[in-house]
């Protein structure tokens, strides 16, 4: 692809390392450019507009137009644009909003540790998890269960707690200390015959056997998305984390819900741990914590473990952790505002509302030659594509059929995201409409159909 010498084309292939992207294949593909938002559509610098399917990374959740956000970060830019929360200062935006939330969340939450992004708040729960413990007299306790197929970030400890390859590759992690047991996916993990109760169980007794093989004395904690996203869109099989808890529990080990997609309405309800019965010990939080307008990250916490941290600044004085952006002012405010707009136009009401027809719509799409499995809840779902519908069987990576899809839904004015096994993942604001979930599906459904010509051998 040429481009118009000090084109922002150029310029972009010239200066510009991108995140996620075929660094071999950009100079030939060229960037993208998006230049402004209006409800759930951004538009390019060609003027094409597009329905943002996946909520740019799972994150917009009240679109790209919201002048309410705008106005929130424009008051506090105007009174305060930087201050920080070192050494007993504060900022009001952050008070309030820990306060908001140790107020608003389900599980009994104590203390907000606030970070700029999701990685860094998994990060900063591998780092508590070891102060926790050393703290406690128990200075082996600092292993981490996580799962395959999990996303939990990218900094050296969140990809290592991170279980796809792509995120492993050539980075030397994960590093000492994290282990990973099997993905909950039942439509491709089940064995021959295997009922999924029978597949929860066999989980389960994984589960039990690595804590005893390790010993539990050194299994610090388990890290676990409610649903899992970036690895396929995997909603729990039934019995999943009520069996996994009380071992948990058994054993002393923290449960650890990553948030990070599934925490304010995706999945129907405030926290995914909410949909999904679960009791976690800690939270990580980002992404619509602030509807993806400002970089703000949270972690939670119980009274309990933080009387463990307050325990280590008796020993050591400082808590020797905190980031200059922790507590930022302007992304503090705009997520607070964020939270406000939640309740004021009574999101999760119409998260209940929308979501029958959006998994209505989703699971109609399993009807297709190409779609294996049609999954999701709430919000948030994804069809995976496989060349053999009897026998579950993907295609063959290198025809990237995932890919090709997203690409042809794009010509029809829609953006979703293509992950592993040729899966699509669709996870649009959560303001969008019924009119406007039909013509989504409308527009995937044609990017199928164009599939079925180019690669169906069925239809
Ligand atoms: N955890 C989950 C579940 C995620 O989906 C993501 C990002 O997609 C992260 C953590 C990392 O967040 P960030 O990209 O803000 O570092």
Not at 67 to 90: C, G, T, W
Not at 252 to 280: K, N, Q
Not at 390 to 402: E, I, T
Not at 441 to 452: K, M, R
Request: hydrophobic share 40%; net charge negative.
């Amino acid at each position: 692809m040429k481009h118009i010498v000090n084109s922002p084309q150029a310029r972009d292939l010239r200066s510009h390392l991108h995140p996620f992207t075929n660094l071999a294949a950009h100079a030939e593909v060229g960037p993208n450019i998006f230049l402004r938002g209006d409800g759930i559509h951004v538009y390019d610098d060609a003027g094409r507009g597009y329905i943002e399917g996946l909520a740019g990374l799972w994150c917009a959740s009240l679109g790209f137009s919201e002048e309410r956000l705008v106005d929130a970060a424009l008051r506090q830019m105007k009174a305060l644009p930087f201050y920080h929360n070192f050494a007993h200062k504060a900022v009001e935006p952050a008070i309030e909003l820990a306060d908001y939330l140790v107020g608003k969340v389900s599980p009994p939450m104590g203390k907000v540790f606030f970070t700029n992004s999701g990685s860094e708040a998994n990060d900063t729960q591998v780092k508590l998890v070891r102060y926790y413990n050393n703290l406690r007299g128990r200075p082996e306790k600092k292993k981490i269960i996580a799962r395959r197929g999990a996303y939990h970030g990218i900094t050296l400890a969140a990809a290592s707690l991170t279980g796809l390859q792509y995120s492993h590759n050539a980075f030397d992690v994960p590093l000492p200390g994290f282990l990973h047991v099997t993905c909950p996916h039942y439509y491709h993990y089940a064995k021959e015959g295997e009922s999924e109760a029978e597949f929860v169980a066999r989980l389960v007794a994984e589960l039990e056997q690595l804590i005893e093989s390790e010993g539990p004395e050194t299994i610090g904690a388990f890290i676990a998305e409610p649903v899992m996203g970036a690895g396929g869109v995997f909603p729990p099989p039934p019995g999943y984390f009520e069996a996994i808890e009380p071992l948990l529990r058994k054993h002393d080990i923290l449960f650890i819900a990553d948030e990070v997609i599934t925490g304010f309405y995706r999945t129907g309800r405030m926290l995914g741990s909410d949909t999904c019965g679960i009791r976690p010990d800690m939270i990580s939080m980002a992404k619509a914590l602030s509807g993806g307008y400002q970089p703000i990250g949270a972690v939670m916490i119980t009274d309990e473990i933080h009387e463990v941290l307050v325990e280590g600044s008796r020993r050591y004085g400082l808590f020797g952790h905190g980031f200059t952006y922790s507590g930022h002012p302007v992304p503090a405010a705009v997520a607070l505002e964020t939270q406000r707009i939640y309740d004021a136009d009574a999101i999760e009401t119409h998260v209940g509302a929308i979501s029958p027809h959006f998994q209505a719509r989703l699971r109609s799409l399993g009807q297709h030659p190409l779609v294996g499995e049609a999954r999701g809840v709430g919000l948030i779902g994804a069809i995976e594509l496989v060349e053999d519908k009897a026998g579950r069987r993907n295609f063959d990576p290198g025809k990237k059929v995932g890919p090709w899809v997203a690409q042809a839904a794009m010509e029809h004015g829609l953006i979703v995201r293509a992950l592993v096994n040729d899966t699509i993942a669709i996870c649009p604001p959560l303001i969008v409409t019924d009119r406007q979930i039909d013509q989504l599906f409308d527009a995937l459904g044609a990017a199928l159909e164009d599939a079925q010509a180019a690669f169906g051998t069925n239809g």
